[in-house]
T-cell receptor
Framework: NAGVTQTPKFQVLKTGQSMTLQCAQD?????MSWYRQDPGMGLRLIHY???????DQGEVPNGYNVSRSTTEDFPLRLLSAAPSQTSVYFC?????????????FGSGTQLSVL | SQQGEEDPQALSIQEGENATMNCSYK?????LQWYRQNSGRGLVHLIL?????REKHSGRLRVTLDTSKKSSSLLITASRAADTASYFC???????????FGEGTQLTVNP
């Protein structure tokens, strides 16, 4: 199993550009989520999904869209990139949401918005 | 706002010493988890303790949970240089829909 795969690993955008961060998992996990990691702020939840066709907002959803058309994929879209979205983005999944489920993380996407 | 706050922010010890990291949180939880992150990598799950448990062990790791004080501690015994990493606590909310992370403790183990 590859686990959780994120692409690209690095990306530089100009303000106002849009892009999609890809996330795929091959573990048949129902729960998938996106976090951003900023220095001194830990990881903050952007959006999450408890199954195909179901998504919900996390702590910092503004400026981001998600969809979940398949169990395997959970792309994160930046609609109009802003310098404040410069961060490291992590996708994570677990078998299901609920008690005692640990998250499996991808290796991250480092995004810079100029 | 962050659910978990970790203390200390940074910790530097010698190989063979024990390392203790603390986590405090604000609201009721289902469980508390500890994760490790090596520089430039994703997080890796270390250990989970449920809200009705007080202590749990896994190899050189010992986790305690005090729900009355809303706090947890992670003890790494007989530390090794390879333990150098950032350690994060994460709390699962009562509905089980999300895991909220603290800001992390940067541990450096000097050979």
């Amino acid at each position: 199993n590859a686990g959780v795969t994120q692409t690209p690993k690095f990306q530089v955008l100009k303000t106002g550009q849009s892009m999609t961060l890809q996330c795929a998992q091959d573990m048949n996990h129902e729960y998938m989520s996106w976090y951003r990691q900023d220095p001194g702020m830990g990881l903050r939840l952007i959006h999450y999904s408890v199954g195909a066709g179901i998504t919900d907002q996390g702590e910092v959803p503004n400026g981001y869209n998600v969809s979940r058309s398949t169990t395997e994929d959970f792309p994160l879209r930046l609609l109009s990139a802003a310098p404040s979205q410069t961060s490291v983005y992590f996708c994570a999944s677990s078998y299901s949401s609920g008690d005692a489920e640990k998250l499996f993380f991808g290796s991250g996407t480092q995004l810079s918005v100029l | 706002s962050q659910q978990g706050e970790e203390d200390p922010q940074a910790l530097s010890i010698q190989e063979g010493e024990n390392a203790t990291m603390n986590c405090s949180y604000k609201t009721s939880i289902n469980n508390l988890q500890w994760y490790r992150q090596n520089s430039g990598r994703g997080l890796v799950h270390l250990i989970l303790i449920r809200s009705n448990e007080r202590e749990k062990h896994s190899g050189r790791l010992r986790v305690t949970l005090d729900t009355s004080k809303k706090s947890s501690s992670l003890l790494i015994t007989a530390s090794r240089a390879a333990d150098t990493a950032s350690y994060f606590c994460a709390t699962e909310n009562l509905s089980g829909s999300r895991l909220t992370f603290g800001e992390g403790t940067q541990l450096t183990v000097n050979p």
